[in-house]
Antibody
Framework: QLVESGGGLIQPGGSLRLSCAAS????????MSWVRQAPGKGLEWVSIIYTGGYTYYADSVMGRFAISRDESKDMLYLQMNSLRVEDTAIYYC????????WGQGTVVTVSS | DIQMTQSPSAMSASVGDRVTITCRAS??????LAWFQQKPGKVPKRLIY???SLQSGVPSRFSGSGSGTEFTLTISSLQPEDFATYYCLQHNTYPGTFGQGTKVEIK
């Protein structure tokens, strides 16, 4: 099971950290991803962290977002800086490269 | 980045119809492809992985096929609960990319 938290309303240029609590498996043993969905739009893969610690980002968030994990707590994080209006979306954490399990999502709204 | 072109973007179908959705990759992705179903206001649900493997608990009327650059999702006999939006996902290279989605509506 995956449970996200940390979403909210934030002004453009601000920062937010999303969290995802995993249960039933160890985040250290599998790759973990963040996927987002803007209102009325399709799905966009934001970032992934592999078991070896390698990280990848979509071009749209490169240099602004950072994915990390705390293996001792089985937690996944997404630090989001320099937020833009177009980052407004539901953010989901998902397990494995083929996204077999998803959280319920957390809503991020970037607006002045 | 690999582009995934999904077609059609929307379709109308009747209960009992056979439905086929296609995804084309801009370059070969072997079988690193999954299909997802999303109903309004709900979390996406994985139906197919590795291009043709049925996710546990998913009805057998769903099937996937293909490799390389061309993939299909088939619903053999559309049921009322199948009206939703479907997405393909390639995870051969990163960042992974989704297709634009196919909305299946009631005719």
């Amino acid at each position: 099971q995956l449970v996200e938290s940390g979403g909210g309303l934030i002004q453009p240029g601000g920062s937010l950290r999303l969290s995802c609590a995993a249960s039933g498996f160890r985040v250290s043993g599998i790759s973990m991803s963040w996927v987002r969905q803007a209102p009325g739009k399709g799905l966009e893969w934001v970032s992934i962290i592999y078991t070896g610690g390698y990280t990848y980002y979509a071009d749209s968030v490169m240099g602004r977002f950072a994915i990390s994990r705390d293996e001792s707590k089985d937690m996944l994080y997404l630090q989001m800086n320099s937020l833009r209006v177009e980052d407004t979306a539901i953010y989901y954490c998902a397990r494995a490269s083929a996204l077999d399990t998803w959280g319920q999502g957390t809503v991020v709204t970037v607006s002045s | 980045d690999i582009q995934m072109t999904q077609s059609p973007s929307a379709m109308s179908a009747s209960v009992g119809d056979r439905v086929t959705i296609t995804c084309r990759a801009s370059q070969g992705i072997s079988t690193f492809l999954a299909w997802f179903q999303q109903k309004p206001g709900k979390v996406p649900k994985r139906l197919i992985y590795d291009a043709s493997s049925l996710q546990s608990g998913v009805p057998s009327r769903f099937s996937g096929s293909g490799s390389g650059t061309e993939f299909t999702l088939t619903i053999s006999s559309l049921q009322p609960e199948d009206f939703a939006t479907y997405y393909c996902l390639q995870h051969n290279t990163y960042p992974g990319t989704f297709g634009q989605g196919t909305k299946v509506e009631i005719k």
